[in-house]
């Protein structure tokens, strides 16, 4: 596993746009998630060194997880143990790349280094939904992520994002799961 670089953005920008629509993150958003201490953005990459696949954590206020989620503060609060909240903010994998597992195990590497470092608490994730399917849900229960509620058009504030799967503005509803990392 490796870390996305400034170098990485314009392939990011590509595989982002082809698997989820234009719009979906900004050179600037992409650049501020790269650089900023609250974000883990993970890589894993391919034997020429391009990038296979991504996944983006970000530290979050229990506040705004409440409002995103409707967990109730209190909850959110008691699961982190006095710990650091996490959003699972994008995955992604590279056309090429995909029914490979490698996703998979970017994921699991993922979680699991977040859990070593001891400092985080809470994940929150928000899952894609189309044509009545969320193609990640397997992969996040297997990883201990437990459903939360459905959402209808979580993306669809998005003004500048065209989806791919709607064909314009995003209608796609949403389902969020959380992870409790620290259980004691």
Not at 132 to 146: D, T
């Amino acid at each position: 596993m490796d870390y996305v670089k400034d170098g990485d953005i314009p392939f990011l920008i590509e595989m982002f746009d082809e698997n989820f629509g234009k719009g979906y993150l900004s050179e600037e958003q992409i650049r501020f998630y790269i650089h900023d201490e609250n974000e883990l953005f993970y890589a894993v990459r391919n034997e020429e060194g391009r990038i296979a696949g991504i996944l983006l954590f970000g530290v979050e206020s229990a506040e705004t997880l409440h409002e995103q989620t409707g967990i109730p503060l209190a909850e959110l609060n008691k699961m982190a143990h006095g710990k650091k909240l996490l959003k699972c903010r994008s995955m992604c994998m590279a056309s090429d790349c995909q029914g490979r597992g490698i996703g998979k195990k970017l994921f699991a590497d993922g979680i699991a280094d977040l859990k070593s470092r001891g400092e985080f608490g809470v994940i929150t994730s928000l899952l894609w939904l189309y044509d009545g399917k969320a193609p990640a849900r397997g992969l996040h229960v297997q990883n201990g992520f437990h459903y939360v509620a459905r959402l209808s058009k979580p993306w669809y504030h998005m003004k500048d994002y065209y989806c791919i799967f709607c064909k314009g503005r995003c209608k796609c509803d949403g389902e969020q799961y959380v992870l409790q990392l620290d259980e004691s």
